[in-house]
């Protein structure tokens, strides 16, 4: 009897809990374990309800609070965790765009040393040695030696002898460096500055060319600056006459050039193939400083190419057929001037010590320019 009793009481307790084994079974859906046979049931909607019923997820630190109270408004197409995974991303990216520091403005000199947005006008010289402030000159002492040629143009003849007073000339043509230091001191416009021209002495006394031969003169210019210099010193200088020109570049010799009778392209800076045609572009590369070449037995440089010379005199084509003895001067009442030497366009026709030619005194060229004679009596 008892045996019956136990039997039918399991069996009434196993009738009982059999329903609740299949809640159980139905909950585990909802929990970290899920049947094979489960996935053909319909999934839940409520995202917020499934983090609730699992027990170990239950709750996140989010300020404290339990994700159940955020999720229970929250549809299954969003998912909160993730959308604060990304904010977190953000803050930890690159500095933001407004903490950046803006970059300088390109036409701000003063963030940009390295190269000025507006360079000045007038090039200042850099140069560590640009040479004396003043000329150097050499010592002439008197003579009489016989002046002109019959191997050159009509205007160099008749050969007629000439007696000089000793005298002092540079030994270089002026440079850039000391026309410049006359310039500043008294604001002097050269004839080509004054005439607005773009091109003036000053666009080839750029930096590094302070040894260079000032050119791009007219002999007004060129006499100014004897003035000046007169001034400062205290001495009497001017421009050479053309007897003296001529009497110093031949250094004490009746040759054709001070070295000899054969133009030579190591002795001199001058126009020896077609490179160099008349007024060829960019002069820079044919100017040479002053000194680029041995002197004269007189100590005297560039008497022969690089840039001619302005001279004193007046000009007259035959002037030598008049031409007094003792320390002549041609005086013409024309504007037409002396030009003696050579320069570096010119040609081995023009080369020669003897050579004469004339232009007005209000002509300037880029290789032209002068030397400077003291007087000494």
Known sequence: ?????????????????????????????????????????KPKKSVGKSLDDSGAASKVSSGGKNLDDVGKTVSSDVRPEIKTKTENLIRIGPAAPEKVSPIPHRNNSKDRKDKP???PKEIV??????????????????????????????????????SLSAFEISKYEITNHQFRIFVKATNYKTSAEEEGSEQTWKSYAINGRGKYPVV???????????????????????????????????GGTNQTYPWGNQLEVSKANYAYDDSRKAYAEPILDFLKPVGSYEPNKFGLYDVVG????????????????????????????????????????????????????????????????FRVVRVLN
């Open 117 to 119: 947005t507006n360079p």
């Open 125 to 162: 010289e850099v140069e560590k040695d640009p040479g004396p402030e003043y000329p150097e000159v050499v010592n002439i002492a008197g003579g009489t030696f016989a002046m002109g040629s019959t191997d050159g143009q009509e205007n160099e003849s008749p050969i007629h002898e000439v």
């Open 216 to 250: 791009y003169i007219t002999y007004k210019d060129a006499m100014a600056y004897c003035n000046w210099l007169s001034g400062v010193t205290k001495q009497n200088y001017r421009l050479p006459t053309e007897a003296e020109w001529e009497y110093a570049a031949r």
């Open 1 to 41: 009897m008892n045996k019956i009793v136990k039997i039918s009481f399991c069996l009434i307790l196993v009738t009982l809990l059999f329903p609740a084994a299949n809640a159980m079974a139905q909950k585990s859906l909802d929990g970290e374990e899920v049947s094979p046979s489960s996935q053909e049931k």
């Open 306 to 369: 690089n840039v001619a010379e302005w001279c004193f005199d007046g000009y007259k084509a035959d002037f030598y057929k008049e031409s007094p003895t003792k320390d002549p001067i041609c005086i013409v009442e024309s504007s037409a001037k002396v030009v003696r030497g050579s320069g570096w366009m010119s040609t081995e026709n023009y080369c020669g010590i003897t050579f004469r030619k004339n232009q007005p005194g209000a002509y300037k060229s880029s290789s032209l320019g």
